[in-house]
Nanobody, 119 residues
Framework: QVQLVESGGGLVQPGGSLRLSCAASLFTFSIYAMRWYRQAPGKERELVAA????????NYADSVKDRFTISRDNAKKTVYLQMNSLKPEDTAVYYC????????????WGQGTQVTVSS
């Protein structure tokens, strides 16, 4: 059974930092692009950051650019999201998503991890 397991969420004060991790199992992690999404209460799911399968290309939502950094370690089958200078509006459930290289393969989602930014 394929799993994506997020960790690292929690409560942090504005201006603080968190590092999210998403560990994958049972599939060829290195061929999948990876994305982080977030969903705040009452809002649609939003794409936050993406990284290519080899890690050479990254993209960010304008709202997190220069504050968040996505990275991956294919040997550990893990993708990370380093979040700095956190703001209350970053409060959301954060999900990782594995994007397959072709339509014959499935995409996968983690269960989500809560990030709350509050004083």
């Amino acid at each position: 059974q394929v799993q994506l397991v997020e960790s690292g969420g929690g409560l942090v004060q504005p201006g603080g930092s968190l590092r999210l991790s998403c560990a994958a199992s049972l599939f060829t992690f290195s061929i999948y692009a990876m994305r982080w999404y977030r969903q705040a209460p009452g809002k649609e799911r939003e794409l936050v950051a993406a990284i290519s399968s080899a890690g050479g290309s990254t993209n960010y939502a304008d709202s997190v650019k220069d504050r968040f950094t996505i990275s991956r370690d294919n040997a550990k089958k893990t993708v990370y999201l380093q979040m700095n200078s956190l703001k209350p509006e970053d409060t959301a459930v954060y999900y990782c998503n594995a994007v397959p290289p072709n339509v014959r393969l499935s995409d996968y989602w983690g269960q989500g991890t809560q990030v709350t930014v509050s004083s």
